[in-house]
C-alpha cells in the first residue's frame, strides 16, 4: 500500500444483527477447504472513501482491496503476478507499459473491464480535482501522446523518463468509466462502490460496520468466504475482548496485551497470535512550516529528549526496533551507517539555547521572544499503545523544559487536520511501498505539498528532491543503492520526522479461520491471493441477520 497514515484506531460497535453464539473448536478433521461462512474482521478506523482513487488511510484500502482486482498483484513475496492483465511488457528504452486485460474480467454490473476503464483511471488519477495524493505522484510523468488504447483489452502507458520501480505503480485499481464518470467523483462513492473484484459492496454503517458478499460470477478464482463484516473499532481493550468472546476473527493487538494474556490457555484456546515486522514505522511528523518546528536544529533536540530504547524495553516488551530514517531496516536502500539519535537531554538543551530558546524568567519553560515553548500533538483517539509512549515523552520534554500538549481526536478528523496542515505535529505510522522510490516522491519532494501528494510535513529541500528524481531515473541497482542511503543520511540530519521506532504486529486470528499465511512485508493482507483463500469450516460458520442495520447506506 502506498503511504498511509496509520495507527488511526476507532471504536468497536457490535450489534446490528444477531449471530449464533461461538463455538471455540471445530469438530472437523478434514482440510478441504470449505465454501461459506463470514469472516468478522476488525477495521481499525472508518474509512473516509470507498473510492479506491482517493482514499488517505489504510482502512480504504482494507475494504477496496477486496471490492477492486488490481491491474497487477504482488504475490506473498511481494512479486507482480497478474491481476486484470494477463501479461504486460515494458519497452527497452523502459517507458513504455504494454497490459493486456483478461478478456473474461467484468465489474459487478456484468459489463467487461476495458482498457478505455484503464484510461478514465489514470486520467482521474492526475486530475488535480480527484486529490489522489497518494497515486498522483507515481504518475506525475506521464506521456499522454503515447498512453491509449490499442483495442478494448490492451493499453500502452507512456511515460516522458524512465522510472526504476515505476511497473509497482500499476498494482492500481481500475475503475468502471461509465459508472464513475457520473455525479461527483469526489463525494459520490464515500459509500458506494462498483468494482471488478471477488466482493461487492452490500452495505456500509457509518462508524459502525461494512459488509461485502461474494460475487458468485466473479471472472477469477472464487474465493471461500461468502462474506466479510468489517467492524468499526475504536477502543484496543474493547476489540481485545470481542476477540476472547469469539466475537472477532481478527485484530492486531497490544504489546502489552501480547506480553499479559497472549499465552494464557484460555486465549491459546480461542486465537492465534503471530509477531512479524511489515513495511510501515511509527513517527511524529513536524510541520515544517511552524515558526517552532521550521528550526531542524529544534526538531533534532526534540528527537534527542526521548528515550527509544528505554521504551521499547518497558512499553514495547522489547519487540520493536530503532529506526534512523524514512526506510526500514529490511529495505535495500537502508543505509546501516546513518546512527540512531541517542537519549541526551543535556545535548537538546545546548541546541535549543543555539536555536534562541531559554529560559528567561526561571519559570523552568523555554521560551523565545516572550512566548513558551509548547507544541500540541495530535493523536488517533482509542489507540492504548499511544497512551504510554506520549505520556513518556511529555515527561521527558518537561524536565527540559518543553510543553507538550496532547490533544486526543477522531482518527478521521485527525487524517484531515494533518492533509490541511492544521496541526504542529501528531504520533503516527506510515506503511510504505515494496519499491522505496515509490514513497519517497509523494512523502518529500517538494512538489507534493498536500492535496498534490504526501508531503504532510512541508519539507523542501533542493537537493532532496534532484536526489529523489535521480533515484526514480537510476536503473542500476547499486547506484540508486547509493542514493537512496546519501538521502537516507540528509532526511535524518534534516529531521522533518522524527523517525521513532519499527514496532512488530501482533496479529491474532481466531483458530476457526484456516488456511491463514502472511507476507514478510504486508503481513496477511493486500496480497494475493491471502485471505481470497481462507476457509471456515462448516461447523464453525456463524449464522448471521443481513438484514440492513438503521443507518446503513445501501449500494
Not at 490492451?154 to 464513475?180: D, N, S
Request: glycine fraction near 8%; proline fraction near 7%.
Amino acid at each position: 500500500m502506498r503511504g498511509s497514515a496509520g495507527l488511526f484506531l476507532l471504536f468497536l460497535v457490535l450489534g446490528c444483527g444477531r449471530e449464533t453464539p461461538y463455538r471455540p473448536a471445530s469438530t472437523t478433521t478434514d482440510e478441504t477447504p470449505q465454501q461459506g461462512g463470514t469472516l468478522v474482521r476488525r477495521l481499525e478506523g472508518d474509512v473516509t472513501s470507498l473510492n479506491p482513487i482517493s482514499g488517505n488511510s489504510r482502512y480504504e484500502n482494507e475494504v477496496t482491496w477486496f471490492l477492486f482486482t488490481p491491474l497487477l498483484q504482488l504475490d506473498q513475496d511481494l512479486n507482480l503476478i497478474p491481476g486484470l492483465a494477463e501479461k504486460w511488457e515494458i519497452s527497452s528504452d523502459g517507458r513504455l507499459y504494454t497490459f493486456h486485460l483478461n478478456r473474461l474480467a467484468t465489474f459487478e454490473d456484468r459489463l467487461p473491464v476495458s482498457a478505455s476503464d484503464v484510461l478514465f483511471t489514470l486520467h482521474k488519477i492526475v486530475d488535480p480535482t480527484s486529490e489522489a495524493p497518494q497515486l498522483a505522484g507515481a504518475f506525475e510523468g506521464i506521456d499522454w501522446s503515447r498512453t491509449s488504447a490499442l483495442d478494448d483489452h490492451t493499453v500502452t502507458v507512456g511515460f516522458k523518463e524512465p522510472r526504476a520501480g515505476q511497473i509497482y505503480a500499476f498494482v492500481l485499481a481500475v475503475l468502471p468509466e461509465h459508472i464513475y464518470s457520473k455525479g461527483d467523483f469526489k463525494t459520490g462513492f464515500v459509500s458506494r462502490a462498483v468494482g471488478n473484484g471477488p466482493f461487492r459492496l452490500v452495505r456500509r454503517v457509518p462508524d459502525k460496520e461494512i459488509l461485502l458478499e461474494r460475487r458468485e460470477d466473479y471472472w477469477g478464482p472464487r474465493p471461500y468466504l461468502r462474506r466479510i463484516l468489517f467492524k468499526i473499532v475504536v477502543d484496543d481493550r474493547t476489540a481485545w475482548n470481542a476477540m476472547k468472546r469469539g466475537e472477532l476473527d481478527d485484530t492486531l493487538v497490544t504489546s502489552d496485551q501480547w506480553q499479559l494474556e497472549g499465552n494464557a490457555p484460555q486465549v491459546q484456546r480461542v486465537m492465534e497470535i503471530r509477531r512479524f515486522y511489515t513495511l510501515n514505522y511509527n513517527c511524529i511528523p513536524w510541520n515544517n512550516r511552524d515558526p517552532i518546528l521550521s528550526d531542524k536544529r529544534v526538531r533534532r533536540a526534540l528527537a534527542m529528549c526521548l528515550d527509544r530504547k528505554s521504551i521499547i524495553a518497558n512499553i514495547f516488551h522489547g519487540t520493536a526496533r530503532v529506526m534512523t530514517g524514512p526506510f526500514t531496516p529490511d529495505q535495500w536502500a537502508y543505509n546501516p551507517n546513518v546512527p540512531a539519535i541517542e537519549y541526551d537531554p543535556e545535548g537538546a538543551l545546548k541546541l535549543f539555547q543555539e536555536a534562541g530558546w531559554g529560559d528567561s524568567n526561571g519559570d523552568g519553560i523555554l521560551d523565545k521572544g516572550g512566548k513558551p515553548l509548547q507544541i500540541e500533538m495530535l493523536v488517533a483517539a482509542g489507540n492504548s499503545g499511544t497512551i504510554p509512549f506520549v505520556e513518556v515523552y511529555q515527561s521527558e520534554l518537561k524536565q527540559i523544559g518543553v510543553q507538550l500538549k496532547v490533544l486526543s481526536v477522531d482518527p478521521a478528523v485527525m487524517i484531515q487536520r494533518i492533509l490541511k496542515g492544521n496541526y504542529q505535529a501528531a504520533y503516527m505510522a506510515w506503511d510504505i511501498d515494496p519499491d522505496p522510490g515509490g514513497t519517497l516522491f509523494p512523502m518529500f519532494h517538494s512538489s507534493q505539498l498536500p492535496p498534490a501528494g504526501d508531503n504532510i510535513v512541508f519539507y523542501t529541500n533542493p537537493e532532496v528532491d534532484q536526489l529523489i528524481v535521480d533515484g526514480r531515473q537510476e536503473m542500476n541497482r547499486s547506484k540508486r543503492m547509493a542514493i537512496y542511503q546519501h538521502l537516507h543520511e540528509i532526511l535524518a540530519a534534516d529531521q522533518p520526522y522524527f523517525w521513532t521506532m519499527q514496532v512488530s504486529a501482533k496479529w491474532a486470528v481466531n483458530r476457526r479461520i484456516h488456511n491463514v499465511r502472511e507476507s514478510k512485508g504486508f503481513g496477511p493482507y493486500n496480497w494475493y491471493p491471502g485471505p481470497l483463500e481462507w476457509w471456515i469450516p462448516a461447523d464453525q460458520q456463524r449464522q448471521r441477520e443481513t438484514r440492513p442495520a438503521a443507518g446503513a447506506m445501501m449500494r
